[in-house]
Every structure is written in structure tokens, then in C-alpha cells.
């Protein structure tokens, strides 16, 4: 799954099928802002659950 863009914001998740782990790198306007963290299980992370974390993110921040 690539980058996702929500007003001005950019999303880039990236993982580690070895550590069954992620992060969602999110920009504002080609800044860092934060990384979310998050677990996954199997071979890579659904893209229903990197959609609701940056889901939660936008509704929790008000983009």
C-alpha cells in the first residue's frame, strides 16, 4: 500500500513482516510530524487497518 494524502497531511506506512510490525510515517506539507506504531499479523498489514488508524488520526486531529 502507498502513501496516503488528506488535506495537506501525507501518510507513509512502511513494515517488518519479520517483526510483525509497522509504523505510519504522517507529513504536513513535506514535514515530519509523527509515527504511529502499529502490530500486525501475517504476511503484511491489511490495508483496512493502516485506512483505520489513519482514519482515527484524521477524525482524532480534525483534518
Do not use: T, W
Request: hydrophobic share 30%.
Amino acid at each position: 500500500m502507498g502513501a496516503i494524502d488528506r488535506n495537506g497531511y501525507r501518510f507513509e506506512p512502511e513494515y517488518s513482516v519479520v517483526n510483525q510490525n509497522g509504523a505510519i510515517h504522517v507529513y504536513l506539507n513535506g514535514e515530519f510530524v509523527e509515527e504511529l506504531s502499529f502490530h500486525f499479523y501475517g504476511k503484511y498489514p491489511e490495508p483496512s487497518l493502516i485506512e483505520e488508524i489513519v482514519e482515527n488520526y484524521c477524525q482524532k486531529h480534525n483534518i
